[in-house]
């Protein structure tokens, strides 16, 4: 093969580049939903959504409703009448497999599966094979955007700015306020005039004005970063409703040019209509949105936001923020308002999660070729967990891909990585854990890197945006037997304890306010030397299940300060550790408290259940999701 046709990383990213902006279905795409309209509509065909008569209150009632039918696996929730709002909300839109089915159906899976084919047949080009795939190229125009004369957000606007209208929620009562919670936020870079559209919470803080809550490594965040050096306000406009693909086109962890709105009518098979905004150099609107709220951030200028309990099942913290003040609210005249609910996993963000890591899991091959498969856990909150099978055709290349991984988009977030080279079912956590445990070498197959970057929105470190990770590599043959059975008198500190799976035991000690050294102590006691990780855990309950598990341990751990061992060597500048290791995921005294509902909206919820629910009463379920061990 001529060396100019290799398929070395670089052509590969450029050709998954060219995909993710330029690519479509194909000359039998089907169009999916225009609007929130049309997928409501398809709801009631499937009767896979339920309308809601009895009054209810944004503040914190909404909330617990939801929170209770999404742990039954309920349906789609539509409250008609809202407390101190014309306009209805509609939330547990994505809340099932079926109805993430319903919003995307199969057309975009099977492109991705038949882009990465592509690629295998199409470097080196040739062109017999390049007309077979003609449909590819041809449908492309098709895709974008499309400006459109009428539009139904225009159809009514605010008199005066009153963000008060809008039926925002309350999650939980220890929250700041009111938040949006499925909010696209639009922008457009000062210097490069790229478009990025992302998913940031909102709180209101008045009529007029909202914080706006960029993350690090977030393109809106970027965009305000280069407006300010300019000294200059930057122009956002809010989104609420419009196509369900844009709800997953925010989310996505696409490369920092490339335009979400291209991939919403990838997944929307059509492209997305937008208008002109009445006021001269204002953003273009999307025209089937529900509203949308125009108005700009103003350079070095914060204010706090926050406490808010999110996806981690905790409270993220008040901290300074940039400032929204809007100018502009246009809506449908029969507006709906579309809310989600997080807080424990799993919540209706856990099932977009794993659909957008099913849709982009094909593609991690062509970027990163030393891996085989990826995975992130959400129960974790994704960023704190993730697994990869990758591939050792030489020593230590398995490294090489970790490296890889932890270097690509939102990827570098990833706390703590697990590498296997032997291919796995990565979902199944439990299996895939025994199957590392068995063949790691501790003293040189766990690294622990300090001084990193964290997620924001992961207090485990105590600093803001400021931890560490770890890599746990398990390759080739098994090395040892596991054990699986607890024997002999559990040393001083130790309430309980439970094997998790082969190799892994949890063990109930006593708090960390009162003995700190308790973890380090363990390590080197001799009592649990025939296990490879032994998990110190405030309630042992949480080795019951995979998803208790995954939840309790990685939300709450620092690689750094909570990972101990027996011994631990340096060699050649080399970190050598050996068994047992000891990980540290009882709550320490500077973590947010765990989101629990109020106890009276427990009681009023019970008591109005038949209010909500005549023709159902026993369909789901009256206790509280979130009372969990």
């Known amino acids: 093969m001529p060396a100019k046709y290799a398929k070395d990383t670089k052509t590969v990213k450029l050709v998954f580049d060219l995909f993710v902006s330029f690519a479509c279905f194909g000359g039998k795409s089907a169009f999916m939903h225009k609007n929130l309209r049309t997928f409501i509509d398809s709801l009631k065909k499937e009767n896979?959504?339920?309308?809601?008569?009895?009054?209810?209150?944004?503040?914190?009632?909404?909330?617990?409703?939801?929170r209770r039918v999404i742990e039954s696996q309920g349906k789609a929730?539509?409250?008609?009448?809202?407390?101190?709002?014309?306009?209805?909300?509609?939330?547990?839109?994505?809340?099932?497999?079926?109805?993430?089915?319903l919003a995307f159906g199969g057309r975009p899976l099977e492109f991705v599966r038949r882009a990465v084919e592509m690629v295998d047949i199409l470097i080196p080009p040739k062109p017999r094979k390049l007309w077979e795939y003609r449909d590819m190229a041809m449908t492309a125009l098709?895709?974008?955007?499309?400006?459109v004369g009428r539009a139904p957000v225009l159809e009514s606007r605010q008199k005066e700015v009153d963000l008060e209208k809008l039926p925002l929620l309350q999650l939980w009562h220890e929250d700041g306020g009111h938040f949006i919670t499925l909010p696209l936020v639009y922008t457009e870079s000062p210097v490069s005039g790229k478009s990025n559209l992302g998913m940031y919470r909102i709180q209101r803080y008045d009529k007029t004005s909202t914080g706006m809550h960029w993350q690090i490594g977030k393109g809106g965040g970027f965009h305000y970063f280069e407006a300010e050096q300019q000294n200059k306000p930057l122009p956002v406009t809010i989104f609420l409703g419009g196509p369900p693909a844009l709800i997953l086109s925010a989310i996505a962890p696409l490369p920092e040019d490339v335009p979400e709105l291209m991939l919403a009518s990838l997944l929307a098979g059509s492209k997305i209509s937008t208008v002109d905004n009445p006021v001269d150099g204002r953003h273009r609107l999307i025209a089937e949105a529900e509203f949308a709220i125009c108005g700009n951030v103003a350079p070095h200028v914060r204010r706090p936001e926050g406490p808010f309990g999110d996806h981690y099942g905790y409270y993220s913290l008040t901290h300074d923020y940039p400032v929204f003040q809007a100018d502009a609210v246009y809506h449908r005249k029969?507006?709906?308002?579309?809310?989600?609910?997080?807080?424990?996993?799993?919540?209706?963000?856990?099932?977009?999660?794993?659909?957008?890591?099913?849709?982009?899991?094909?593609?991690?091959?062509?970027?990163?070729p030393a891996v085989r498969d990826l995975w992130s856990y959400g129960e974790t909150g994704f960023h704190s967990l993730a697994a990869a099978v990758v591939r050792e055709r030489y020593g230590r290349e398995a490294l090489s891909a970790a490296f890889r991984i932890l270097g690509e988009g939102q990827l570098t977030l990833t706390k703590f990585l697990l590498l296997t080279d032997t291919p796995q079912d990565l979902r199944d956590f439990k299996t895939l854990f025994e199957h590392i445990l068995a063949r790691v070498e501790w003293q040189r197959d766990l690294f622990i890197f300090s001084q990193t970057a964290f997620d924001t929105?992961?207090?485990?470190?105590?600093k803001v945006n400021h931890g560490s990770k770890a890599i746990i590599m398990g390759l080739g043959d098994a090395k040892r037997d596991l054990a699986r059975e607890v024997s002999g008198e559990l040393p001083t500190g130790i309430k309980k304890a439970l094997p998790f799976c082969g190799g892994c035991l949890v063990v109930e000690g006593t708090s960390y306010e009162e003995d700190e050294q308790l973890a380090d102590r363990l390590a080197k006691s001799g009592k649990f030397d025939d296990w490879q990780v032994v998990i110190l855990h405030d309630d042992v309950a949480f080795s019951e299940s995979a998803e208790k598990f995954l939840?309790?341990?990685?939300?709450?751990?620092?690689?750094?300060?909570?990972?101990?061992?027996?011994?631990?060597?340096?060699?050649?500048?080399?970190?050598?550790?050996?068994?047992?290791?000891?990980?540290?995921?009882?709550?320490?005294?500077?973590?947010?408290?765990?989101?629990?509902?109020?106890?009276?909206?427990?009681?009023?919820?019970?008591?109005?259940?038949?209010?909500?629910?005549?023709n159902g009463r026993g369909k789901y379920p009256r206790i509280h999701a979130d009372k969990r061990g």
């Not at 896979?48 to 939801?66: K, R």
């Not at 101990?564 to 068994?579: D, F, P, S, W």
């Open 77 to 101: 929730l539509l409250f008609r009448n809202v407390n101190g709002s014309p306009f209805p909300v509609v939330t547990n839109l994505f809340g099932t497999n079926k109805r993430i089915d």
């Open 551 to 614: 939840w309790a341990t990685w939300t709450r751990i620092n690689p750094s300060t909570d990972i101990y061992a027996k011994e631990v060597t340096l060699k050649n500048n080399h970190i050598g550790y050996e068994a047992p290791i000891i990980i540290d995921a009882r709550m320490k005294p500077w973590y947010p408290k765990e989101v629990e509902a109020r106890e009276d909206i427990v009681k009023l919820v019970d008591q109005r259940w038949a209010e909500y629910f005549p």
């Open 48 to 66: 896979e959504i339920v309308e809601i008569a009895a009054e209810v209150d944004p503040y914190l009632e909404i909330a617990e409703i939801h």
């Open 334 to 368: 029969d507006a709906i308002y579309s809310a989600t609910v997080v807080g424990k996993p799993r919540q209706e963000d856990f099932f977009i999660g794993d659909y957008l890591q099913e849709l982009l899991s094909p593609l991690f091959p062509l970027v990163m």
């Open 457 to 462: 929105l992961d207090y485990a470190s105590g």
């Open 142 to 147: 098709k895709l974008g955007t499309k400006k």
